[in-house]
């Protein structure tokens, strides 16, 4: 029995399925993060654990008791929203000592807890403030430190950072990360940034159209995607995907044609049958540009096209290419020479190549070396 379980949970409102049969295991302590695009179903599904709203079907247990009609101030869990959902006409002490008020918790143990989540949170001097006179992190940590002093089994995070400035967002996700290690509490964890999702997660949930894709580590998402959603939403710079049309395959290859290619590719997948119109998946930072005269390796990918424009970062150099099919690329360099706006070739290892069938499932290959 898993410490937080969510069995077949699917949610609809009127005829639009915003849950589609979501079943996931979480572990106490595990920093999960749900990812996925605006509108997915992320919320709806943080909702459905804390209690805010109810499935129309499954169930949610903690510590193997089923919450469904448990009420969400009896569950243990605490919210901390995108808005802060702050009180405006309180001090900061009053707003994170409002539930343990209401609960009617004695004098010493309200000041007790929010000095300790104050000194967590660095808050300590800023208590007899009211949100107006907090800047939009600290108003953050207020809302935090309202969750902590419930002493929840489980923290909810829904996109908390996403008012934040980038600077803010990227200390506060540290800090986050911290102050999970030191609460050794389990945390769940909503963003539409895959960045954040990476840099945050024990294991990732993505999430689409109110379908779990993937759930998983971020690198073995990042390197092992089970379908195209996966394979294009984390990564940035985007993966490309090129359009291929199988020729042949055997037992512990597939032959093929593609978008912009000079020529048939074998790739190390074996064992497809039935796919005809596939996609080539490859990550910008596998491919590379053929100086002149170079020549492709042997039994790489090459193709080409047209330089569209140039971005210039300092660390990284982002090529954008355009295939005689109207294929957009993006290929990562180093920092070189000059390129200018002309016809290239691009090459890339074939054991970096990903292959998905037309309805976006991966094609791993019976030999499964299709990674
Ligand atoms: N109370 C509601 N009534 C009708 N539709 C809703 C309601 N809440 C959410 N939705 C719809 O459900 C979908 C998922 O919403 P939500 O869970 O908020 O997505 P996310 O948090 O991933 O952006 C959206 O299309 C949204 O418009
Ligand atoms: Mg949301």
Same mark, same amino acid.
């Given at each position: 029995m898993a410490f937080l379980e969510i069995s077949s949970v699917s949610k609809s409102f009127g005829a639009v399925k915003v849950l589609d049969d979501i079943t996931l295991e979480i572990e106490r302590g595990e920093f999960v993060v749900f990812v996925g695009p605006s509108g997915c179903g992320k919320s709806t599904l943080l909702r459905m654990i804390t209690g805010l709203d109810s499935p129309n079907s499954g169930t949610v247990s903690i510590e193997g008791k089923v919450m469904n009609d448990i009420e969400p101030a009896k569950r243990g869990t605490a919210m901390v929203f995108q808005s802060y959902a702050l009180y405006p006409h309180m001090s900061a002490y009053d707003n994170v000592s409002f539930g343990l008020r209401m609960a009617h918790t004695a004098k010493t143990l309200i000041r007790q807890r929010v000095d300790a989540a104050a000194a967590i949170l660095r808050l300590d001097k800023l208590l007899h403030r009211r949100p107006r006179e907090l800047s939009g992190g600290q108003k953050q940590r207020v809302a935090i430190g309202r969750a902590i002093v419930r002493e929840p089994r489980v923290f909810l995070f829904d996109e908390p950072l996403s008012n934040l400035d980038a600077e803010l967002r990227v200390q506060m996700r540290a800090e986050l990360i911290e102050l999970h290690r030191r609460l050794d509490v389990t945390m769940i964890y909503v963003t539409h940034d895959q960045i954040e999702a990476m840099t945050m997660a024990d294991r990732m949930v993505v999430l689409n159209a109110g379908r779990m894709q993937q759930v998983g580590r971020p690198l073995d998402l990042y390197d092992d995607p089970d379908n195209r959603f996966v394979a294009g939403f984390v990564g940035s710079p985007r993966m490309n995907f090129l359009a291929g049309e199988v020729v042949g395959a055997d037992a512990t290859s597939t032959r093929l044609l593609h978008a912009g290619g000079t020529g048939p590719l074998t790739l190390?997948?074996? @064992? $497809? #049958? @039935? #796919? $005809?119109k596939v996609e080539i998946g490859v990550r910008p930072d596998h491919l590379r540009i053929l100086a002149d005269g170079e020549d492709p390796p042997p039994a790489a990918i090459a193709f080409t096209g047209r330089v569209t424009f140039v971005e210039e970062l300092g660390n990284v150099t982002y090529v954008h290419i355009v295939l005689d099919d109207g294929t957009p690329i993006v290929v990562g360099a180093g920092r070189g020479p000059r390129i200018g706006t002309d016809d290239v070739r691009i090459t890339a290892p074939v054991g970096h190549a990903l292959l998905f069938a037309q309805d976006g499932c991966r094609l791993r290959g019976r030999n499964g070396t299709g990674k």
């Open positions: 190390p997948i074996g @064992g $497809l #049958q @039935g #796919q $005809l």
